[in-house]
């Protein structure tokens, strides 16, 4: 009986230590990108794939790890990856010394070079140096952009965020030409039948792993995992599958150019992407869409309406310090409404962001995105209500004052219901201009709803069709506060009315 216990005892016990969760290894990574690196699946937009959405799988299951993926704009992730929002990134990083310096790289999982393209007529562009005089573009921050950067010919260079974009302006003759790395070129201007690809490869460049330079015991159990993939072959399937084994990679890991297996990724994602779709498939896939908007649309809301609380409480404050406050409140008040009305927004977001744990101070991104868009509209409404204030004649809060009110009450009662209905129309429109810069917060990590419209048209290449249902979200979330503006500003109307 109690041999019998105990084994059940023992067998409880390894149960639970059995369903133990497992350690999240939290990935960073902009899946705006697009393919090949990672990106929304065009046939299930609930997953994240791509080659490299791969590796971090493959990573995880020899680290004994679960992947927990966390989004963040392309140029903010070294930055998000010092914060320690994340672990690894692993995002197309090219290897710089630059880099080296403030993160820890592991052996590159992917060599390549960049790669040059033109419109299919064009014979004048060959080489690099054709490029003279000419309009080019490029992602920022990039590799590519420092290449030609480099160049002693004048050369106009265009950067951009994504990808896609560079290449359907050359495509339109906005651009005479493209730069960029051979795996994006694989993907975006060779199955292009309006784009060729010329010259042979330019420049050369590493992908690494990243991780952080004081996590030296992680970045050592990555750095084994990763060699195990390499030596085991299961990292070159990967390439193999996405068309992306080629000799550079081959070469520096000593093995034969040749591969072994079909590019079936590369295959089924060409496919799917140019195959012609009726406007019922197409109303269906917007249909698919909706869910993923509509948290996106709930995100934008709850940081908009959170954020203009705090500028309109903020507001009237910094309105009322330097209408009635001592005259170093009153400088106070004047010093945040120009620093913060008179610089970027999106400036304000990375200092918060990602500035201020440098002096020890770190902010979720929710809370982080609120405080920026609070204190800088903040600022803005600080003016409306001042303005709003200064419209009521000097006279009244004498005469208020004159029949026994204190200043407090004057101001509650006579001042403050008349300045408010005078401000509503412009704080509503501050408001809805605060719902469309929320966009903004994407740059810390915030997945909002611009940000959604950007993963699934990069995936899906319906720019339009879906740029018009998620203006049309937009639309449709500020509309009803601008109702209520109206009908509360009718009320105030009416009861002064009936008061005179």
């Known amino acids: 009986m109690k041999m019998t216990f105990l084994f059940l005892i023992i067998l409880v016990f390894s149960n639970s230590v059995s369903a133990a969760p497992k350690a999240k290894l939290r990935w960073g990574a902009d899946i705006e990108s697009g393919a090949p690196f990672s990106f929304i699946s065009p046939e299930d937009n609930k997953k994240v794939t791509g080659f490299e959405a791969e590796i971090v799988e493959l990573l995880a299951k020899e680290l004994d790890m679960e992947v927990e993926y966390i989004q963040n704009s392309w140029d903010g992730l070294i930055a998000g990856l010092n914060r320690k929002d994340y672990d690894i990134v692993i995002n197309g990083v090219e290897i710089t010394p630059d880099r ?193 908007l509509g948290k996106g649309a709930i995100m934008t809301l709850e940081i908009s309406l959170v954020s203009m609380v705090l500028a309109m409480v903020l507001g009237l404050i910094t309105a009322l310090m330097r209408l009635y406050g001592h005259p170093v409140v009153r400088w106070l008040g004047v010093a945040y409404v120009e620093v913060f009305r008179g610089t970027p927004l999106l400036i304000q977001l990375y200092l918060i962001f990602y500035g201020l744990p440098y002096v020890g101070l770190t902010l979720d991104p929710f809370v982080a995105a609120v405080f920026g868009l609070g204190l800088n509209y903040g600022a803005c409404e600080a003016e409306n209500y001042r303005a709003g204030i200064l419209s009521i004649p000097k006279t009244q809060m004498d005469a208020a004052q004159a029949l026994g009110m204190n200043w407090y009450q004057s101001l509650r009662y006579i001042i403050l219901p008349q300045a408010i209905r005078v401000v509503i129309p412009p704080v509503t429109n501050d408001f809805i201009a605060l719902l469309k810069d929320s966009s903004l917060v994407s740059v810390i990590s915030m997945v909002e709803l611009t940000t959604v419209y950007g993963q699934l048209s990069s995936s899906s290449f319906d720019y339009l069709g879906l740029g018009l249902l998620t203006a049309s979200v937009y639309f449709l979330i500020g509309l009803p506060f601008v109702r209520l503006a109206r009908y509360f500003e009718l009320q105030m109307a009416n009861t002064a009315a009936k008061k005179f």
């Open 100 to 292: 080296a310096e403030v993160v820890h790289f592991s052996r590159p999982y992917y060599y390549t070079a960049e790669a040059l393209a033109v419109r299919k007529g064009n014979t004048d562009i060959t080489k690099l140096e054709d490029l003279k005089n000419r309009k080019v573009g490029t992602l920022n921050a990039s590799l590519a952009q420092r290449i030609l950067e480099q160049q002693t010919f004048p050369i106009t260079i265009v950067g951009y965020d994504e990808e896609v974009h560079s290449y359907r302006d050359l495509e339109i003759e906005r651009l005479d030409a493209v730069l960029l790395d051979e795996a994006i070129a694989l993907y975006y201007a060779k199955p292009n039948p309006a784009l060729k690809l010329v010259g042979g490869p330019v420049g050369y460049m590493e992908y690494g792993v990243v991780t952080r330079l004081d996590d030296k015991e992680f970045s050592q159990k990555v750095k084994i995992a990763l060699d195990k993939l390499i030596e085991n072959g299961r990292l070159q399937s990967v390439l193999e599958r996405w068309n992306l084994w080629n000799a550079m990679t081959a070469k520096a890991w000593g093995k034969s150019s040749t591969a072994l297996t079909e590019p079936v990724a590369y295959d089924n994602y060409i496919k799917h992407t140019s195959k012609k779709i009726t406007l019922f498939e197409r109303l269906k896939k917007y249909a698919s869409f909706l869910p993923l």
